[in-house]
């Protein structure tokens, strides 16, 4: 019979307080153990509540009391309340609450201008960004056939005598508002060879338009477009 000498007797103890040591720390496996924890996994539960957020936007409370109330006063001032206009007025003032008619006008007098000489000047860039498609495209129209025949305009914008709200109304979403424009502009066109076919460039003439202005009330876009022109 052989026997054990001290060195394997000392590795088997050794082996032996390593085990339950390891057996303490880790414990025994039952077969009921918590899988290892996902951070990028979630219940199901967790799923759904987390999709219904993502899902959801949270709308602004209305305010109660007078609060809500829209203020009308500045609309009142300008238009008589119970007249067609006021009611224009209101019902683009409900769907746009920074809709104010002076505030409106001293823009809509800027645009005027603008557009004015932009098409005088064949500025199809500045045109486009303040015409609504069809009017832009007319506009265009006119100033390729101008350029085809060689000719040029020369306007000096002299000011706005007077420029009136004469109908507001909401279409849809679109809030439309019609004004009567009366300008004074010095203007004459000229042929390829220099000479004045059209206007006088030394006298100021009274311009008489009707413009009509629009924009989407839901639209993050505070700006206006030009969507109708006519002579008054």
């Not at 067609?84 to 769907?95: C, E, Q, S, T």
């Not at 860039?125 to 007319?138: I, P, Q």
């Not at 849809?172 to 004459?188: D, F, K, M």
């Amino acid at each position: 019979m052989e026997f054990f000498d001290i060195g394997t007797v000392l590795f088997l103890v050794a082996a032996v307080v390593i085990f339950y040591q390891l057996r303490s720390v880790l414990g025994r496996r039952t077969g009921n153990e918590r899988p290892p924890f996902d951070p990028y996994s979630r219940k199901p539960a967790e799923k759904e509540a987390v999709a219904a957020s993502e899902n959801v936007v949270s709308l602004p409370r209305r305010r109660a009391g007078a609060e809500a109330e829209t203020n009308y006063a500045a609309i009142d001032a300008f238009a008589k309340p119970g007249t067609d206009l006021n009611k224009g007025l209101r019902a683009i003032r409900d769907a746009d609450s920074s809709f104010e008619p002076k505030s409106f006008i001293e823009g809509a007098k800027m645009a005027y201008e603008m557009i004015v000489l932009a098409y005088a000047d064949g500025d199809r860039k500045t045109l486009k960004n303040l015409l609504s498609r069809e009017v832009y495209d007319g506009f265009v129209t006119a100033i390729a056939d101008r350029e085809t025949r060689s000719e040029k305009v020369q306007s000096s914008f002299v000011g706005i005598d007077k420029a009136d709200i004469v109908s507001a109304e909401m279409k849809g979403t679109e809030a439309c508002v019609t004004l009567r424009i009366v300008s004074e502009l010095i203007s004459a066109t000229r042929d390829k060879a220099g000479e004045v076919i059209d206007g006088d460039p030394e006298t100021v003439a009274e311009v008489r338009d009707v413009w009509t202005f629009s924009r989407d009330a839901r639209s993050g876009d505070p700006n206006w477009k030009l969507v109708a022109t006519a002579e008054d």
